[in-house]
Nanobody
């Protein structure tokens, strides 16, 4: 299975942008669905966005739709999460996840359906 490492988190102000990266190794990244989840202190891990193996379909949680963009470059074995117009409620540890089995919009939202996870990167949005 693929190994994942996230980078790109940081401390930003309300309205700023950040781009998170997820570098995959150990297997062909193009064989995996990819998603981003986040977890705020005291809260459960929640779905943010997901995309299919070649990025032809993207799916977002309503809380980030229109502000976040998920993408991938399989030639570089890297996935991305572009986050614009950040809000304080976006503050969380962000995790990249991947799985090789086909996923639908229901299973894309389920953290239990992903076998590979990164270590997480902290995003803090200050008001």
């Amino acid at each position: 299975q693929v190994q994942l490492v996230e980078t790109g988190g940081g401390l930003v102000q309300v309205g700023d942008s950040l781009r998170l990266s997820c570098v995959a190794s150990g297997d062909a990244f193009s064989g995996y669905y990819m998603a981003w989840f986040r977890q705020a202190p005291g809260k459960e891990r929640e779905f943010v966005a997901a995309t299919t193996r070649v990025g032809g379909f993207t799916y977002y949680d309503d809380s980030v739709s229109g502000r976040f963009t998920i993408s991938r470059d399989n030639a570089e074995n890297t996935g991305y999460l572009q986050m614009d117009n950040l809000k304080p409620e976006d503050t969380a540890v962000y995790y990249c996840a991947a799985d090789s089995k086909p996923l639908n919009t229901a299973t894309m939202r389920s953290w239990a359906d992903y076998v590979s996870w990164g270590q997480g990167t902290q995003v803090t949005v200050s008001s």
